[in-house]
């Protein structure tokens, strides 16, 4: 019999990537996809579909909005997120949690692993690390998926498409080199979601995200080479492009414990160079 599994945020980025893996026929999957109009993690629509998986890719992912609205970034990524783990307890069913590597302070000079203390800068960071609290406090049967520095073919404002647009628009970018990350593609994810479902991936924190690690500004530097721009890509430290909501400087996340399950997972430039074909920027 196929896993039966409701995915709430069916038309983020993520969400849109797991219903294309489905649609593919890779996985003996029957999906429930939900939107956020669909539902507002209500028990009495969830709880209305019986399933064995609920996948939660619902989250108040504004990071500097989230400084100016901490109610609302601690109810959507933290107290909803124990109700849907207290909605699978009672279903003996699995949950599976998007967290985000915005839980760590950054401070440490290697790549994090899933065991290592968490200490999150931001508004942000702290309501998703409420959530992940919550989550395994709710559900025994939990798998937190921390990602990374998204980027997916439904994602028209995400830090690819940015590059792209201003470097088109302004021929010239600056771009913060002292931060560095785990650059991820949501198709990849979705990938990994699904593989490790199905080999019945043990309850537990697992760092989902491509191999190999950027700053911002190689990042960049990157889009603009494979996308064929004629632009100039600044490096420039943080100090100088303030924002609201502070970032880690390194939160590049260890994927061994995950890839020991799912099997190699790509390299960011990899990913990076399906994602622009998919979306028609390599010609």
Not at 75 to 89: D, H, L, P, Y
Request: glycine share 8%; charged share 20%; with cysteine.
């Amino acid at each position: 019999m196929a896993m039966r599994i409701v995915l709430l945020g069916a038309n983020g980025q993520l969400g849109t990537d797991l219903c294309r893996q489905v649609a593919q026929g890779s996985f003996d999957i029957d999906l429930i996809a939900l939107t956020r109009q669909d539902v507002d993690a209500s028990e009495a629509i969830i709880i209305d579909h019986q399933f064995d998986v609920l996948i939660n890719c619902v989250a108040y992912n504004r990071v500097d909005d989230a400084e100016s609205n901490k109610t609302l970034a601690m109810r959507i990524n933290g107290e909803s997120v124990g109700e849907m783990a207290s909605i699978c307890a009672k279903q003996n069913a699995r949950l599976l949690h998007v967290s985000t590597d915005y839980v760590f302070e950054g401070e440490r000079d290697r790549p994090y692993l899933e065991h290592d203390s968490i200490n999150p800068l931001s508004v942000y960071g702290q309501s998703k690390a409420l959530g992940e609290k919550l989550a395994g406090e709710g559900c025994p049967d939990t798998l937190i998926f921390r990602t990374a520095s998204l980027f997916g073919i439904a994602g028209a404002g995400n830090f690819v498409e940015t590059m792209i647009r201003v470097g088109r628009e302004r021929g010239e970018l600056r771009v913060v080199d002292d931060q560095i990350m785990s650059p991820t593609g949501t198709a990849d994810v979705a990938k990994m979601i699904l593989t490790a479902l199905i080999n019945q991936a043990p309850a537990g924190i697992y760092h989902a995200v491509n191999s190999g690690q950027a700053s911002w500004h190689e990042f960049a530097k990157r889009i603009i080479e494979q996308s064929n721009i004629s632009a100039t890509v600044e490096p420039i430290p943080a100090s100088q492009y303030p924002v609201a909501a502070k970032r880690p400087a390194n939160s590049v996340l260890d994927n061994t414990k995950l890839s020991n399950i799912v099997g190699p997972i790509p390299h960011w430039t990899d990913a990076l160079d399906r994602y622009l074909r998919d979306k028609g920027h390599l010609v």
